[in-house]
């Protein structure tokens, strides 16, 4: 997926496009809390928002998108990093999504092994995982936010479905 393409999102231009963005979102109850994006969800465990530009299809992450529509455009080969460590967040604040550069990323990383993260890092997360956790937050926040499903699913600790 060409996630790192140049994106405008313009607040007059694409106003459906960003009510059906703004359909797909969940927000946590405080200020502190993520906002999950609650639709498509990539074998990744990163979001799928699709939309249609001068006639042409085009999948975009949702956390990049946000930041789009909230700085009016995001630049080739900006990306959209989450400082909380949740990839289904679409929260553009300090603590939440923020743009950076790859180089940034991989900072990030490595301050997250070492255990500067917020949640819980499994040393070996692989994409099953991380999917496997975005998943079952959108389906915590289906119905609206349920902080206990919230954190189970945060925690990973879910009951196993027989
Ligand atoms: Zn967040």
């Keep these: 997926m060409r996630s790192a393409v140049r994106l405008i999102v ?3 231009q694409h106003v459906d496009e960003i009510a059906r963005f ?3 979102v969940v927000c946590g109850p405080s200020s502190s809390d993520c906002d999950i994006w609650a ?11 699709y ?3 001068e006639g042409m299809g085009l999948c975009v992450r949702p956390h990049r ?3 789009a529509l909230a700085r009016g455009v995001i630049e080739a080969g900006v990306l959209g990093l989450h400082q909380c460590d949740l990839p289904v967040c679409v929260k553009v604040a300090a603590e939440h999504v923020v743009a950076g550069s790859q180089g940034d990323n991989m900072e990030r990383m490595a301050r997250m092994r070492r255990g500067g993260g917020r949640y819980p890092v499994r040393r070996f997360d692989s994409r099953g995982v991380r999917r496997e956790r975005s998943v079952a937050l959108r389906e915590a926040v289906r119905n609206g936010w349920d902080a206990a499903a919230v954190e189970a699913a945060l925690l990973g600790n879910q009951p196993t479905l027989w």
Excluded: W
């Design 10 to 12: 313009d607040v007059r």
């Design 22 to 24: 703004q359909s797909h």
């Design 39 to 49: 639709a498509a969800i990539g074998a990744d465990g990163y979001g799928r928002f």
């Design 51 to 53: 939309l249609t530009r």
């Design 65 to 67: 998108y946000a930041l």
